[in-house]
């Protein structure tokens, strides 16, 4: 199993960026597929799943309205798009996946919001 960011960067607050998390080594459309991130100093934190399907979602309350998860099992691939991006929203964000009762984790993604 391999999950792998991408689309991390400095962003100016009130900006949007888009993560991708590639997936990889399972069934990828079997699996419910989420976003977590850790902030300096802070505990890493879940910030948003998605079901199998992509039929059902779920945000942390700090992000709602702001960040959608979404999934393309065609492509492997699951995406955390972030608007109106806060400087509070700045952390290392990572993509876990659950598969066979094990967790993986991404190496994780920089977002930096900052002006």
């Known amino acids: 199993v391999q999950l792998v960011e991408s689309g991390g960067g400095l962003v100016q607050p009130g900006g949007s960026r888009r993560l991708s998390c590639a997936a990889s080594?399972?069934?990828?459309?079997?699996?419910?597929m989420s976003w977590y991130r850790q902030a300096p100093g802070k505990e890493r934190e879940p910030v948003a799943s998605?079901?199998?399907?992509?039929?059902?979602?779920n945000y942390v309350d700090s992000v709602k309205g702001r960040f959608t998860i979404s999934r393309d099992n065609a492509k492997n691939t699951v995406y955390l798009q972030m608007n109106s991006l806060k400087p509070e929203d700045t952390a290392v964000y990572y993509c876990?996946?659950?598969?066979?009762?094990?967790?993986?984790w991404g190496k994780g993604t920089l977002v930096t919001v900052s002006s």
């Open positions: 080594g399972f069934t990828f459309s079997n699996y419910a």
């Open positions: 998605i079901t199998s399907a992509g039929t059902s979602t």
């Open positions: 876990r996946g659950v598969v066979r009762g094990i967790i993986y």
